[in-house]
């Protein structure tokens, strides 16, 4: 089991390295934790509920403007 979870994360840095696209790397990632925590449906639950949250903004950071 561990060289097959292994064998998931080597491909997964092999891959990840290589794309320069946001949305493939967050792809590849949600693919690897879905290979590594399938068994459990409360963990396939959560994994599925990262693309809801994948274009949130998390701060709003108020710009200050040069008045002249």
């Not at 934790?33 to 809801?52: A, C, R």
């Given at each position: 089991?561990?060289?097959?979870?292994?064998?998931?994360?080597?491909?997964?840095?092999?891959?990840?390295?290589?794309?320069?696209?946001?949305?493939?790397?967050?792809?590849?990632f949600k693919d690897l934790?879905?290979?590594?925590y399938v068994v459990n449906p409360e963990?396939?639950?959560?994994?599925?509920?990262?693309?809801?949250?994948?274009?949130?903004?998390?701060?709003?950071?108020?710009?200050?403007?040069?008045?002249?």
């Amino acid at each position: 089991m561990t060289s097959n979870r292994t064998a998931h994360i080597l491909d997964f840095l092999s891959k990840i390295t290589s794309v320069n696209k946001e949305f493939t790397k967050k792809e590849l990632f949600k693919d690897l934790l879905h290979k590594l925590y399938v068994v459990n449906p409360e963990t396939v639950s959560i994994i599925g509920s990262f693309s809801l949250g994948s274009e949130t903004s998390l701060f709003i950071i108020p710009l200050k403007f040069n008045q002249q």
